[in-house]
T-cell receptor
Framework: DVKVTQSSRYLVKRTGEKVFLECVQD?????MFWYRQDPGLGLRLIYF???????EKGDIPEGYSVSREKKERFSLILESASTNQTSMYLC????????????????FGPGTRLTVT | ELKVEQNPLFLSMQEGKNYTIYCNYS?????LYWYRQDPGKSLESLFV?????AVKQEGRLMASLDTKARLSTLHITAAVHDLSATYFC????????????FGAGTILRVKS
């Protein structure tokens, strides 16, 4: 069974703290993603990675960084948490699309609800 | 800038009725996904639509893709309470399947 796990379901941090969110997948997927989900805005891509040590900015990378040292693990780092980073954070993984005419869905973890006070 | 617009954003319907959720997008893409999210849960993949004219059905849900019109629909037939959830469409704008842009989501409530 496909599995994406996230290190915490709920986190409460103080403004200015460094925050680490970790994600692990067991499907040998090349792609891994971090999204944040806010009501009325859907999911917005923060960063993604298509290989170990490779990363690409998504639509809202400001205030975030990522690390991918192993294929199965993708970490999201908030260097100095701010109240506007209070949100639900979702990790996902997928196979990489190498051939035209193919498509692979993303598999999502359970999410981490982060509150910054 | 790519826009993915879903409508309606909120849908309250009676059991047994039919309805359609629309997903319009503003750029060329031939890969579109539908996801379901139950309250407090993560996203679950419903359909992967690849190429123009694609149609997929699972139970009371049927999804279609018209790439020329840049439109996907999710049709609900004879709704039941268990279909209550939030439904998202997502458009793949990348070459390697690694950049999805999501709609805002449609909250569906099916009343008994």
């Amino acid at each position: 069974d496909v599995k994406v796990t996230q290190s915490s379901r709920y986190l409460v941090k103080r403004t200015g703290e460094k925050v680490f969110l970790e994600c692990v997948q067991d499907m040998d997927h090349e792609n891994m993603f971090w999204y944040r989900q806010d009501p009325g805005l859907g999911l917005r891509l923060i960063y993604f990675s298509y290989d170990v040590k490779m990363k690409e900015k998504g639509d809202i990378p400001e205030g975030y960084s990522v690390s991918r040292e192993k294929k199965e693990r993708f970490s999201l780092i908030l260097e100095s948490a701010s109240t506007n980073q209070t949100s639900m954070y979702l990790c996902a993984s997928s196979l990489i699309t190498r051939l035209a005419g193919t498509a692979y869905e993303q598999y999502f973890g359970p999410g981490t609800r982060l509150t910054v006070t | 800038e790519l826009k993915v617009e879903q409508n309606p954003l909120f849908l309250s319907m009676q059991e047994g009725k039919n309805y359609t959720i629309y997903c319009n997008y503003s750029t060329t893409s031939d890969r579109l996904y539908w996801y379901r999210q139950d309250p407090g849960k993560s996203l679950e993949s419903l359909f992967v639509l690849l190429s123009n004219g694609a149609v997929k059905q699972e139970g009371r849900l049927m999804a279609s893709l018209d790439t020329k019109a840049r439109l996907s629909t999710l049709h609900i037939t004879a709704a039941v309470h268990d279909l209550s959830a939030t439904y998202f469409c997502a458009v793949d704008i990348s070459e390697y399947g690694n950049k999805l842009v999501f709609g805002a989501g449609t909250i569906l409530r099916v009343k008994s």
